[in-house]
């Protein structure tokens, strides 16, 4: 074997030794996802600042409003094409409006006394407060290993009006996850789980922000 | 080109492809007042920092944004009231020359698209599998783009937040001062309010 020929192969064990340590091996099963946050890399963090420790209300119980979450057809139809050229184009696309309307109303159900779901705002008789999402952007990273690890990054904008009609809170949250690219076989699978578990990561975010947000405590009745 | 000129060029992508991930500084924050250009209402302060120099651009981004036409601009809010809160949408933040009450939105995610630009422009002069890894690389640039941009949020008291904005510039040769207006719904015991803050940088 020629020099270059053993150049090659060696450089070819080193680059697999390091990205298997770099990154995990997956599987079918979802738990095996790990959403971003869990790993410690230095943009795992969203843009802005958590609030202060001490400014943070634990979630000591439900907030007593009767709330509409206004998921609108429209919403839950937003899907993210790939960016790329012909050649470089990823297919498929991210149905993130599709698993948001899925995921949304269970993990928000703890947070308010009354959670209804509605398909379009409704009158200030019906609701208390009115939850508006918004999926304002979805990036996801590219790889060229079928075992590489990209990463699904959604960005939702909360808008919480009262009865009145009048913004009381505004809040973005950021959900990502991290899984493997997939192969011919298994990319459309792994393109659902990576949607999937970024927008379980910003549905669980919202509810611990909503639940913590001073500004919606103050309008609670008796405060 | 040789066999031997692929498997090294593929290497090497392969290479830029694994490592160009998750390997992006955060940039320092500071309190808000303590930035030279700051502005402040009611509670309310904002500190600015545009971010000029290349090499940071280089450093923060791994990209060298302004020669892209647009310059990074770190901001960081500060809620300094004891009992009010200030809602923050970036969506009607505008800019535009400071000698002109001419206003622009914020075209905060065209810079993503344009980022991506340079490597694609180039796809055709290279094979696919260095494309995809140059791809790969500017996606991790975009996402990284995407995570250090300010959001939308409501700054309750005692809160604060940071991030950039990206706000379009000349390519090439100096560029106008610009105003950046900051419009914040002010919310408390008193009603509400809206207040618009002025950068100039």
Not at chain 1, 118 to 136: G, Y
Not at chain 2, 91 to 116: E, F, M, Q
Request: glycine residues 4%; proline residues 6%; contains cysteine.
């Amino acid at each position: 074997m020629s020099t270059i020929r053993l150049f090659l192969l060696a450089s070819l064990l080193i680059l697999a030794a390091s990205v298997m340590a770099q990154e995990q091996t997956t599987s079918s099963a979802p738990a095996e996802t790990k959403p971003a946050e869990t790993q410690p890399t230095p943009d795992a963090k969203t843009a802005t600042d958590a609030k202060p420790a001490a400014d943070v209300k634990p979630a000591t119980g439900k907030l007593p409003f009767k709330a509409a979450l206004v998921l609108t057809p429209e919403f839950c139809e937003t899907k993210i094409q790939p960016k790329g050229s012909v050649m470089t184009k990823e297919w498929g696309s991210f149905d993130v409006g599709k698993v948001a309307c899925k995921e949304l109303e269970p993990a928000l159900k703890d947070v308010f006394s009354s959670l209804t779901r509605v398909a379009a705002p409704p009158a200030a008789e019906e609701a208390q407060l009115v939850l508006i999402p918004k999926i304002t952007d979805v990036n996801a990273t590219t790889a060229t290993m079928a075992f590489s690890n990209r990463e699904l990054v959604v960005m939702i904008e909360w808008t919480v009006k009262d009865s009145a009609g009048k913004t009381v809170w505004l809040e973005t949250v950021q959900g990502s996850a991290k899984h493997h690219m997939g192969n011919l076989f298994t990319h459309k699978k792994n393109q659902e789980l990576i949607v999937t578990d970024s927008v379980k990561a910003a549905a669980t975010e919202s509810a611990s922000k909503m639940s913590a947000s001073p500004e919606l405590h103050k309008l609670a009745p008796g405060n | 080109m040789s066999i031997k000129t692929f498997c090294i060029i593929s290497l090497l992508s392969l290479a830029l492809a694994v490592y160009a991930a998750d390997k992006y500084a955060d940039y320092p924050v500071h309190p808000a007042a303590s930035y030279a250009i700051t502005t402040g209402n009611s509670g309310l302060t904002i500190g600015l920092e545009p971010l000029e120099d290349l090499k940071d651009q280089k450093t923060y981004f791994d990209t060298e944004l302004s020669t892209k036409g647009f310059i990074p601009v770190f901001l960081v809010m500060e809620n300094k009231s004891k009992d009010e809160s200030f809602i923050f949408d970036k969506s009607a933040v505008t800019y535009g020359p400071v000698d002109s009450s001419a206003a622009t939105p914020n075209l905060h995610s065209k810079i993503r698209d344009n980022t991506a630009l340079g490597v694609l422009a180039s796809l055709d002069t290279i094979t696919a599998f260095v494309a995809m890894a140059k791809v790969n690389h500017a996606s991790h640039i975009q996402a990284n783009i995407l995570k250090k941009e300010l959001q939308s949020t409501t700054l309750s008291p005692a809160a604060s937040a940071h991030g950039f904005f990206y706000v379009p510039v000349p390519k090439s040769g100096p560029r106008e001062k610009i105003r950046l207006r900051i419009p914040v719904t002010r919310t408390g015991s008193q009603g509400s309010e809206s207040l618009a803050l002025d950068l100039i940088f």
